[in-house]
C-alpha cells in the first residue's frame, strides 16, 4: 500500500533558496488545502496528514462516496502527491513563467506586447511603446495564485511599490480585459497523453483563485462555455495539444495544466491561449474529479470563499445546494455546487 504526503510547498521547493520542509509558511498552506488529496484519491493507501482531522468530517465524507485514505502522521517514506520529483532542473524550467512566456512569444500563443524587466526603469521604457494600454501588470516568474502580481496604471507609476516589487527579472504586460478563464489539464503517465480536460477557473482582480466550474468529458464542458459566453473551445482545445507536446518534448512526463483566458477588445472576444504552463497537479484536477463524480449533472461548481466574504454574504449558509468539503479551522472554505 502507497504512503503519500500532499506537498502543497512544491513552488517553495523549486524556487526558495531558503526553503525548509517544515518551516511555519509551508505547513501552514499544507494543513490549509491539505483535505484536497480526500476528494481526488481513489484508491486505497496511507496519507502522512500534517493536520488532524474530526471523524464527523471524515464519516460525511465518506458518505458522499469519497475514498478516505488510512491516516499516520509519522508514516515513512512518504511518496510526494502534489508536485513532480524526478528531475530538479526539468521541473524548475517547466514551472517557470520565464518558459511559457518565451514559448508564447515564440508560437504566438501569448505574452503579446510583454517584456522581461529587471528594473522600473526597464518597466517604463516597454510601457511607453504601447501609449495604447493603460493598465499593466507585472508578475514574478516563480509565483502562484496571484502572489506576487503587481497591477498599474501607466499613469500613475509609484516607483517605490514598483522596485520593492521587482527582486529580479519579472514579466510585464498589458492588463487585458478579462472576460473568462480556462484551465486546461493533460492527465500523463510516463510521458504518454492520457487524457485531456478542461475546467473554468474563477479568479479575483488579482489572479487569486476563487474556484471554478467543470463538467463531464471535454465536449460537454465546451457546450457550457458556447451556451454561457457565445465562444467556441475549438481553438484553444488544438493549441493546448501543441503546447502540451512542447512540454512533453522538454522533459515532461507527468501533469501538465494549461492556463489560458478569453479576453474583450473593441468589442471582440480574443483568445490568449498560453499565460502559464503548471508541471504538476492543480486545483483544475479537484473540479474535474468532481465533475466526473456526477456525470449527469451539467456542470459542477466548487466555490471557494473566506470567512470574511462568507460572513458579508447574509445568504450564503441558506443555500441548500452548497454541500462544504473543507474541514473546520481552515480560512478558506470550500463547497460544491451540482448543477442539473
Known sequence: MKTYKVDLDYESFLFDPNYTEDSVANLKIIREFEYIFFLVNQESCILKNARDYEKNYLNKLKGLDFVIPQLDPRAKNAES??????????????NSKVTSAELGKKNNWGFYKGAFAK???????????????????????????????????????NKFIMNKIILGE????PLYKRVFDIGTTFIVKDGIIERQFMVENINSSNGGFKGGVGAKGVDKFKKYILEKYSYSLDELEEITKKIAQEYLDMGAINNIQID?????????????????????????????????????????????????EIDEDRDFYTRSELIRLSPDGTHFQTYLKRNL
Not at 81 to 94: A, T, V
Not at 278 to 306: F, H
Open 119 to 157: 528594473s522600473s526603469d526597464e518597466v517604463e521604457a516597454h510601457i511607453k511603446q504601447f501609449p495604447e494600454y493603460k493598465n499593466w501588470i507585472i508578475k514574478r516568474p516563480h509565483s502562484f495564485s496571484g502572489i506576487g502580481h503587481y497591477q498599474f496604471s501607466s499613469e500613475n507609476i
Open 81 to 94: 502527491w502534489w508536485g513532480n520529483r524526478h528531475s530538479y532542473s526539468i521541473e524548475q524550467k517547466l
Open 260 to 308: 489560458s483566458f478569453v479576453y474583450e477588445e473593441e468589442g471582440v472576444l480574443k483568445l490568449y491561449p498560453l499565460v502559464e504552463v503548471n508541471y504538476r497537479k492543480t486545483m483544475g484536477l479537484v473540479i474535474q474529479t468532481l465533475a466526473d463524480k456526477y456525470p449527469d449533472c451539467s456542470t459542477v461548481e466548487w466555490v471557494i470563499r473566506t470567512k470574511k
Open 170 to 173: 519579472v514579466l510585464v504586460e
